[in-house]
């Protein structure tokens, strides 16, 4: 989940690294690494059916197909490994040229070339933030204050604190990301650390929960987020969710939605539900 900047300051660390890949050579563990992340980086910029990473997928690195040796040729082995290697500097060139057609395409094209990563529909990241705005409808039918079944009988789930929001949160989280982790502590800066709610490592999505019950929770629930985004972009995170669940007595917190445009996360939502 990174910004259009972050993308193309990627490619250009990929374009820098083939430097040190020409030097080691063909298939060497520098070129396998750079080849994994040029792949992947194709694949979650432009997706995985682009040009890009079509083309970039096509290259051999090597002599393909049958190729007469030079007359004379006394050393075969040492002939086939100069061609290899003319082949290997050859698609070189070939993925350098893809990966500055790549950053040409993000520094001038429209919004569009990059609905990929942040835009689309099925990302993530919009998936997510979706779900959570009808996160508060979902729970109507269960919650304690609502009745529950036809004679009233059944105790329903009890939503009185960010906790218990947690809990139930992680119903939804779960299942569409068997990797998900709770209360996940980020690495330490200076003597303390912090605790991501519910943490997300294959997609660097941090979900944070706040609860509402007056203004006064509002203010501590801004000094607290703006921490706590900083604290989870050490970690890693690529975007962060804050989830505030408002009770209803809560009142006059719309401005916590201005959030999203104070922090120096790559992508942050701010999703307000009420109870």
């Known amino acids: 989940m990174k910004s259009r900047k972050q993308e193309i ?4 660390n990929l374009v820098g690294d083939a430097k040190d890949v020409r030097q080691a050579g063909r298939f060497s563990a520098a070129h396998i690494k750079w080849m994994v992340q040029v792949s992947e980086a194709f694949d979650t910029i432009f997706g995985p059916a682009s040009r890009y990473a079509q083309s970039f997928a096509a290259l051999t690195w090597s002599l393909t197909g049958t190729h007469a040796l030079p007359r004379g040729t006394w050393d075969v082995n040492a002939e086939k490994d100069r061609i290899n290697n003319e082949s290997f500097l050859s698609d070189l060139e070939k993925a350098l ?3 500055q057609a790549g950053i040409e395409r993000l520094q001038t094209d429209s919004g569009d070339v990059f609905v990929h990563v942040v835009d689309r529909d099925d990302a993530p990241l919009t ?12 729970l109507s039918r269960i919650r304690e204050d609502n009745n529950q079944g036809k ?3 059944r105790s329903g789930y009890r939503l009185a604190n960010e ?4 809990d139930a949160l992680w119903l939804l989280i779960r299942p569409q990301f068997p990797d998900a982790l709770s209360e996940s502590p980020t690495p330490k800066t200076g003597l ?3 605790r991501v709610d519910l943490w997300i490592p294959s997609e660097s999505i941090a979900i944070e929960v706040k609860y509402a019950r007056s203004m006064r929770d509002g203010k501590k629930i801004d000094t607290e987020l703006k921490k ?5 972009q050490s970690a890693g995170a690529q975007a962060v969710i804050a989830l505030i ?6 009142r006059g917190l719309e401005e916590l939605d201005n959030l999203e445009h104070s922090v120096s996360v790559p992508q942050v939502r701010i999703v307000r539900v009420r109870l």
């Open 151 to 153: 004679d009233g009988t």
């Open 97 to 99: 040229g893809l990966l």
């Open 127 to 138: 998936r997510l933030v979706a779900q959570l705005k009808r996160f508060a409808d979902g």
């Open 245 to 250: 669940v408002e009770a209803p007595t809560a």
């Open 228 to 232: 706590d985004f900083i604290d989870y």
């Open 163 to 166: 906790y218990d929001v947690q």
């Open 192 to 194: 303390t650390w912090s």
């Open 9 to 12: 300051a990627r490619l250009r």
